[in-house]
């Protein structure tokens, strides 16, 4: 079989869904140090939604991430992008679909010094020895607000240009799912508000998926649905956040003695 037909073997994805967990769990260790991070969660991202996780330090919110994402392998159960199967897949298949079908953003910009903005936004591509396509590069580029800073490497820009940067590589590749992992965790207010209405429009102009992790209530209110997780289980679904109504719900967890 080839790689080709391996990497879309497995059960169909429901319409709109762009990532599914099933009965996922995640268990580090053994014996008296065995951590349960994950506790039979299942959860639908839906495609062209932006969707935040939240909870407790600890709940397994980055945890569940790095499993969908194919960055953590899982102990039980199913996570799924789109059609394809994670647990199925080898170390090169998972390489290979986190550079087809995933982008990432991290708090950490993890852009290389060496290298102008634009070309840490094809790296992947360039790595890949793939063309991105010109139009859509430069619509994400306009996107971002950087067409004027395309020559500037990292250090002559500031931390938001340089997380917008970092916002583009993850959309150049036209992926089925961008994942942000705190993405405005090193960022000011108002360059935190940018990158998160850069990733927000991401969503309602061009179609992308994000799914995002935050502890910031302003960050999830431009969601379009809050996940929360608590113990390693998803404890409640909010639609439509709003930052009063995410902080309420953060402190309904405060309440059952579950501290940040």
Known sequence: MSQNATLTLGLKSPAGVAACATGLTKVYGEGETRVVALDSVTVEFGRGRFTAIM???????????????????????????????????????????????????????????TLDALENITLPMDIASSKPDQEWLELIVGTVGLSQRLRHRPSQLS??????????????????????????????????????????????????????????????????????????????????PTPEAVLDRMRHFDAKGRTS
């Open 55 to 113: 909870g407790p330090s600890g709940s397994g919110k980055s945890t569940l991430m790095h499993c969908m994402a194919g960055l953590d392998a899982i102990s039980e159960g199913s996570a799924r992008i789109g059609d394809t199967e994670l647990s199925g897949l080898n170390d090169r298949q998972l390489t290979r679909l986190r550079r087809e079908k995933i982008g990432f953003v991290f708090q950490a910009f993890n852009l290389l010094p």
């Open 159 to 240: 931390g938001g240009q340089q997380q917008r940067v970092a916002v583009a590589r993850a959309l150049a590749a036209r992926p089925e799912i961008v994942f942000a992992d705190e993405p405005t965790g090193n960022l000011d207010s108002r360059s935190g508000a940018e990158v998160l209405g850069f990733l927000r429009e991401s969503v309602r102009e061009l179609g992308q998926t994000v799914v995002m992790v935050t502890h910031d209530p302003v960050a999830a209110s431009y969601a379009d649905r809050v996940v929360f997780l608590a113990d390693g289980r998803v404890t409640d679904d909010l639609p439509a």
